[in-house]
């Protein structure tokens, strides 16, 4: 199903985002809506997009989750930095 990719994306803003409930709807034309509940009621966050659109739509909403570096890491890509 080719909305896995969106349901998954709007998963992960939910772990996110603690204390707000989003939700996705599929419109007629295939076009996803991303809406968060507040209140018993459903606010649309954003306009229909397409999937690749929603995705990075829904991967930028919601705070921002940190990758985590490690020594090995931070040592490996100093590395691949040219020397001048």
Same mark, same amino acid.
């Given at each position: *199903?080719?909305? !896995?990719?969106?349901?998954?994306? @709007?998963? %992960?803003?939910?772990?996110?985002? +603690?204390?707000?409930?989003?939700? *996705?709807?599929? !419109?007629?034309?295939?076009?996803? @809506?991303? %809406?968060?509940?507040?209140?018993? +009621?459903?606010?649309?966050?954003?306009?229909?997009?397409?999937?690749?659109?929603?995705?990075?739509?829904?991967?930028?909403?919601?705070?921002?989750?940190?990758?985590?570096?490690?020594?090995?890491?931070?040592?490996?890509?100093?590395?691949?930095?040219?020397?001048?």
């Amino acid at each position: *199903m080719r909305s !896995t990719r969106a349901t998954a994306a @709007v998963a %992960r803003l939910n772990q996110r985002s +603690a204390g707000r409930h989003y939700v *996705m709807v599929i !419109t007629s034309s295939s076009l996803f @809506v991303l %809406r968060e509940r507040v209140d018993g +009621a459903e606010k649309d966050v954003s306009e229909p997009l397409a999937l690749d659109e929603f995705v990075r739509f829904v991967n930028g909403q919601g705070p921002q989750v940190v990758p985590r570096v490690t020594k090995n890491d931070a040592a490996f890509a100093r590395q691949l930095v040219k020397k001048a």
